[in-house]
C-alpha cells in the first residue's frame, strides 16, 4: 500500500486532491466546537487545501505525510518561510502555522501528540485496505485525548465495487470502527457522484474523562485506552 501510495504521487495521479478547501469541512467544523488554538492532527495529509483553511480559522495544524512530494507541493504553493528540522523517524517542515511529518503514520506516538486536541480526516481511512483500517482506528484513538473531537469523511459505493484506493467505507464498518473509543454523530450523506461515490460526514468525540482544568493532567483512575 505505501509503494502504491508513493508511486501516485511520483506519476501525479492525484484525483483525490482538491482546489479548494472542502465544503464539507467549511459547513460543519464550526459546528463541533473546537475552541480556537488547538492543534488539529491531520493524518494522511496529502497538500491538502483543508490544512490552510484550518490555520486561517485559528488552528495550528500537524499534518502527517508519507509522501515526501506531497509536501514539497504544498510549502512551494504557500507563502512564507519555511524551517526543517527532523524528528525520531520523520523529516519535519513547518510554514506558517502548519507542521508536516513526513514518514508513517503508525510511527507517530503519543508523546510526540502531546498538544493535539481535535483532529481532521478527509482522505486518510478511506486510502486504507480493510486489514489495516482497524490498525489505524486504534492508533487514531491512542493519540486523542479525552474530550477531543474531530471530523470524518468517508465514502461509499455500491456492492462489489471496492477497488481502491479510495475504499468504500460504509456507515456498519464507520460504527464497528470507532464505536468503542469515540462518540460518532452522523452529520449528513452528500449526493451520489457521477463515478458512484457518495460522501458522508460524521463528528466524533473521544470517550473518556475531561483532563482536571488547568492541569491537564486525566482524572485519578483513568488513562487514555
Known sequence: MDN???QRWR???IGFHRDRPHPVLVRHWPDLGVRAGTKVLVPLC???LDMRWLAQHDHPVLGIELAGQ???AFVAEGVGEVTRYRQAD???CRQGSVELWCGDFFHFHIQQAADIGAFYDRAALIA???A???RYAF???QLIPPGARGLLISLTRGPGDDCGPPFSVPAEEIHELFAPNFRLTHLEDGKPEANGFRESAWALERRGPLPLRGTGAVRSGSSRR
Open 90 to 92: 520523520f523529516d519535519i
Open 139 to 141: 492508533h487514531l484513538a
Open 128 to 130: 486504507l485496505p480493510p
Open 70 to 72: 506531497a509536501i514539497e
Open 46 to 48: 496529502g497538500k491538502s
Open 11 to 13: 506519476q501525479g495521479r
Open 4 to 6: 502504491e501510495w508513493l
Open 132 to 134: 489495516t483500517r482497524q
